[in-house]
């Protein structure tokens, strides 16, 4: 079982940058592809991005696409996102999740396809 801890939240002002990590224990973390998602008060976790086990293909959700970027070192079991441009829109509590099974597509169709989430790390955009 995989167990994942975030961190690099913060409060930043529009326009500025913020690098999230995720660390994974366990020794499988390489076969898993890995997804962020986020969550801001009163509204449903959503799909923020997701990377394969190859490291090379990645999926975006629409609203963050060109300004986030998903990295993953599987030698330091460690997935990254870096996040430029941010926008007030973007304040949400960010949690990182393995995708769970195998059916395509392979970034999964939301939540039900992702599990051991993490505890989420706190991202604030605001002047």
């Known amino acids: 079982q995989v167990q994942l801890v975030e961190s690099g939240g913060g409060l930043v002002q529009p326009g500025g940058s913020l690098r999230l990590s995720c660390a994974a224990s366990g020794r499988s973390f390489s076969s898993y592809h890995m997804g962020w998602f986020r969550q801001a008060p009163g509204k449903e976790r959503e799909f923020v991005a997701a990377?394969?086990?190859?490291?090379?293909?990645?999926y975006y959700a629409d609203s963050v696409k060109g300004r986030f970027t998903i990295s993953r070192d599987n030698a330091k079991n460690t997935v990254y996102l870096q996040m430029n441009s941010l926008k007030p829109e973007d304040t949400a509590v960010y949690y990182c999740?393995?995708?769970?099974?195998?059916?395509?597509?392979?970034?999964?169709?939301?939540?039900?396809?992702?599990?051991?989430w993490g505890q989420g790390t706190q991202v604030t955009v605001s002047s």
């Open positions: 999740a393995v995708r769970w099974g195998a059916q395509a597509p392979w970034y999964g169709r939301g939540t039900a396809d992702f599990g051991s």
């Open positions: 990377i394969h086990t190859n490291a090379f293909n990645t």
